[in-house]
């Protein structure tokens, strides 16, 4: 970067490198949006189809229905013996309750790690990255039988309790990173204060940490509304079922073959993700560039 | 996120430091009891439900166990039977290896084609990032995978397109021959991490390189080939551990698209989809505890062997 004061005073700077000419930026703008286009056409098929009269729906490849009516809408939630609003709010109590579980637990052991010393403190950040090498699949049948032991089978609590635990251990990398990054002069400050490490805590890291922590929250909420594995398992009553199994199960009585209530709630098993998507889009960006993250 | 950096040291802080504060700040940062106190969930959880049931799913891949009866040990049985004479394992084992092995370079070559696209101040930037990046963000749900088994049917979206063209497309989902193909697709049109990783890294390079270059008469082809490429190579190199770790560890579409079957004739029988028959299917919990020890070999095997030919062709500037 050039200072202001330099640039007025020397020569032009040289064009930037890769300034394209006027018809080749026409071209590529043409490309992209017609890659955009084809990105989202499945997406707004599926909405289309979702409002669509019946037996439009596969007579049709484009997007504009002829008429819109909600009849899919009120079809597909009471297509089931129980309603989706149950699946809704199932999964609303298991993404809320981890996402809780998460920012609380990952946040302390975060804390642990970044600003606190204690013996064996390196040796359990080695360990704590050794989790997240390791597929799930390796501890799920043990866990499997620990909770059928408990009685916690068909309930949410194996679903919930190993967020509580801090089991998700990206999320205490993640915020490991970013407490780095906080001054320790105000730890120091706070300390000649005479604050303990909870107050610090408290009072300091987590005011400070809302960026890291709301991009934890977001991502947890979307990666377990949108699991599962996870309820396939410890789900086996119906009315404990969340919106994914509700789908699965639409799906498998296609006895009704009910296309267009189908898509209905497919598409409305995608609004929160969406509106998460659409209010914290540069969060979620960021998150992912800064952290190198799968999905 | 623009605060995550490495460690800022605190500079300065310390010859500021009274002495009347030196034992509080030692008491502080050699606090065993406190650093315990706030590790205490994660320890729980690490012993409780990861290194406890680690070891206990490794005791049971030697034995024969149901659930309901206590597991009885069978020695090495399980790892016989499944390195020579269990089909339906070597059935998922070709599928998922096919799978990464057409998924995962798709995926990488369109992220890296669009990034690169986006890279140079296309204006709007921001909104195609948005909207190339909005299918990997819904892509793991079972929405998108009814979605597809429904594009990809004898009737579905795909063959009226195509009949438009009259082309009669096959029933993608219910041929052997294809049905794996439209799973590669799923995967392909979720390039939107990798392609956002790719942004980040294209940033990095530093544009008087390319100045340098064109001043020397060096075609964008050529600019590509000999500055963006090799100075690239180790995000390349993360994106492609990832994605294939990833691939190897592929459940849900698979899962929806075959009823939970892997069919038609095994042909989309994911690795994990065949563990998870074995465990809940069939309550065959020990054999299932083999096959996922397998499969932590596999990716330790494949991770091992990645880092082992990087150092050919990842470039790390020191």
Redesign the interface.
């Known amino acids: 970067m050039t200072d202001a004061t330099m640039s007025s005073i020397t020569a032009p700077p040289?064009p930037?490198?890769?300034?394209?000419s006027a018809l080749g930026?026409v071209l590529?703008?043409a490309?992209?949006i017609a890659?955009?286009f084809a990105?989202?056409y499945?997406?707004l098929?599926?909405v289309s189809a979702s409002v669509r009269p019946e037996d439009e729906i596969?007579a049709?490849?484009t997007l504009w229905p002829s008429s819109v009516d909600f009849a899919s809408y009120v079809r597909g939630w009471f297509g089931l013996d129980v309603s989706f609003g149950r699946f809704s709010w199932n999964s609303l109590v298991i993404a809320g309750l981890t996402v809780i579980g998460n920012v609380v637990?990952?946040s302390?052991?975060a804390?642990?790690?970044a600003r606190?010393?204690?013996?064996g403190?390196n040796f359990?950040f080695a360990?704590?990255l050794g989790?997240m090498m390791?597929?799930y699949?390796?501890?799920?049948?043990?866990?499997?039988?620990?909770f059928?032991d408990l009685g916690w089978v068909n309930t949410i609590l194996p679903l919930v309790v190993?967020k509580?635990?801090?089991?998700d251990a990206f999320f205490?990398f993640l915020m490991v990173?970013?407490f780095?990054?906080?001054?320790?002069?105000l730890d120091?400050a706070a300390?000649?204060d005479?604050c303990?490490?909870?107050r610090i805590?408290w009072k300091i890291m987590l005011p400070l940490s809302l960026?890291?922590l709301a991009?934890a929250a977001i991502f947890s909420f979307?990666?377990t509304?949108?699991?599962?594995?996870g309820p396939l398992?410890y789900l086996n009553d119906m009315n404990t079922y969340t919106i994914?199994l509700g789908?699965?199960t639409f799906?498998?009585s296609s006895s009704t073959s009910d296309?267009g209530g189908?898509?209905a709630?497919?598409?409305l098993?995608?609004v929160p993700?969406?509106f998460f998507?659409l209010f914290f889009?540069r969060?979620?960006?960021?998150?992912?560039?800064?952290t190198?993250?799968?999905? | 996120m623009a605060a995550v950096q490495d460690s800022a040291v605190a500079i300065g802080a310390g010859a500021r430091r009274r002495p009347a504060a030196q034992g509080r700040l030692a008491a502080l940062w050699t606090n065993h009891g406190a650093g315990y106190m706030f590790l205490l969930p994660w320890l729980v959880g690490f012993f409780g439900l990861t290194l406890g049931p680690a070891v206990a799913s490794l005791y049971l891949s030697f034995t024969s166990f149901d659930l309901i009866r206590s597991p009885e040990w069978v020695g090495a049985a399980n790892y016989v039977r499944i390195a020579t004479a269990d089909p339906k394992f070597a059935a998922s084992l070709k599928v998922t290896f096919l799978y990464v092995v057409l998924s995962v370079p798709f995926k990488l070559a369109f992220a890296l084609f669009v990034a690169i696209l986006l890279d140079r101040g296309v204006k709007g930037l921001t909104v195609y990032r948005a909207i190339f990046y909005l299918p990997s963000l819904l892509g793991g749900s079972v929405a998108i995978a009814v979605l597809w088994r429904q594009l990809f049917a004898g009737d579905g979206l795909i063959n009226s397109l195509l009949a438009q063209f009259g082309i009669e497309g096959p029933s993608w989902i219910s041929h052997p021959d294809y049905s794996i193909w439209t799973l590669v697709v799923l995967s392909v049109w979720q390039f939107g991490s990798p392609m956002i990783i790719f942004l980040a890294g294209l940033r990095q390079i530093p544009t008087d390189m390319y100045e340098a270059a064109s001043l020397d008469g060096a075609s964008k082809f050529r600019q590509f080939y000999k500055i963006t490429l090799p100075l690239l190579t180790p995000v390349i190199f993360f994106n492609a551990v990832v994605q294939t770790i990833e691939a190897f560890k592929a459940f849900t579409p698979a899962f929806i698209i075959s009823g939970g079957t892997g069919g038609p004739i095994n042909s989309t029988l994911f690795y994990t989809l065949y563990l998870y028959q074995e465990a809940f299917g069939n309550f065959r919990m020990g054999y299932a505890s083999a096959l996922a020890w397998i499969l932590v070999l596999i990716i330790g095997l494949f991770t091992a062997f990645s880092f082992l030919t990087s150092r050919y062709w990842v470039h790390y500037d020191d």
Do not use: N
């Not at chain 1, 509580?164 to 089991?167: I, P």
């Not at chain 1, 509304?225 to 594995?229: I, K």
């Open positions: 040289p930037p490198a890769g300034r394209r930026s590529i703008h490309g992209l890659a955009s990105m989202l499945p997406l098929w599926m596969f049709s490849t637990a990952c302390l052991a804390y642990a790690f606190l010393r204690f013996a403190r359990w360990m704590m989790t390791i597929p699949h390796v501890t799920l049948i043990p866990q499997y039988v620990l059928l190993p509580f635990l801090a089991s205490i990173q970013f780095r990054g906080i001054p320790r002069e120091e300390m000649m005479g303990g490490p909870w805590y960026p890291v991009t979307i990666w509304w949108d699991d599962f594995f398992i994914q789908l699965r799906v498998d296309w189908l898509f709630m497919s598409t098993s995608l993700v969406f998507f889009q969060l979620l960006i960021e998150g992912i560039a800064t190198g993250m799968k999905r």
